[in-house]
């Protein structure tokens, strides 16, 4: 079975979402930032009562980091997405964009783009993530291939995934 696609890096923010939203370093990652923001927002505002300043003063510094800590999830995932697409501008990352023609065969899957093939043994996927506009196949935590559903040029998407996933579950039972 096969399925033909195109690739871009427009795609790559799909992908650093997904990432984003599932991967546990990165929720490590904003943990951590959460844990350092609390305790310089209490010191401040423990600085600005010791030094006697208006309980205005307090309030506002308050109001300022209920503030912060609402809009840090935001601003955590922008910068987070930034250098996610910005480490695929590199030019040795060119060769993942473009066509690629997918193929389950036997035990492999084989991408082949116009640089060269890739085989992947089916048993060595770690998990299929599906969302409205694309289908990520993950070698592992970190590595996928992604399927855009809006640049498919030949083939059947929801065909193809069923497909791929009855070998998967086959090979899992054995």
């Known amino acids: 079975m096969k399925i033909s696609y195109n690739a871009s890096i427009h795609d790559i923010s799909a992908y650093g979402k997904l990432v984003y939203e599932k991967s546990p370093t990165v929720k490590a990652h904003l943990k951590k930032t959460y844990y350092f923001?609390?305790?310089?927002?209490?010191?401040?505002?423990?600085?600005?009562?010791?030094?006697?300043?208006t309980d205005d003063l307090l309030m506002a510094w308050a109001a300022?980091?209920?503030g912060w800590l609402i809009y840090l999830p935001s601003f955590h995932k922008k910068k987070y997405l930034k250098k996610f697409i910005a480490s695929f501008e590199d030019e040795k990352y060119q060769n993942l964009f473009g066509e690629h023609e997918?193929?389950?065969?036997?035990?492999?899957?084989?991408?082949?783009?116009?640089s060269?093939?890739?085989?992947?043994?089916?048993?060595?996927?770690?998990?299929?993530?599906?969302?409205?506009?694309?289908?990520?196949?993950?070698?592992?935590?970190?590595m996928a291939?992604?399927?855009?559903?809006?640049?498919?040029?030949?083939?059947?998407?929801?065909?193809?995934?069923?497909?791929?996933?009855?070998?998967?579950?086959?090979?899992k039972k054995d």
């Open 116 to 142: 060269g093939q890739n085989d992947t043994e089916i048993s060595k996927i770690e998990h299929i993530e599906i969302t409205d506009d694309y289908a990520f196949v993950f070698i592992d935590s970190a």
């Open 64 to 66: 300022l980091g209920v």
């Open 145 to 171: 291939y992604l399927i855009p559903e809006n640049d498919i040029i030949s083939g059947d998407l929801n065909n193809f995934m069923k497909t791929l996933k009855d070998k998967i579950n086959s090979l």
């Open 37 to 53: 923001s609390v305790p310089m927002l209490i010191i401040f505002a423990a600085i600005i009562k010791y030094f006697g300043t």
């Open 102 to 114: 997918l193929t389950i065969e036997e035990n492999i899957l084989t991408d082949t783009i116009e």
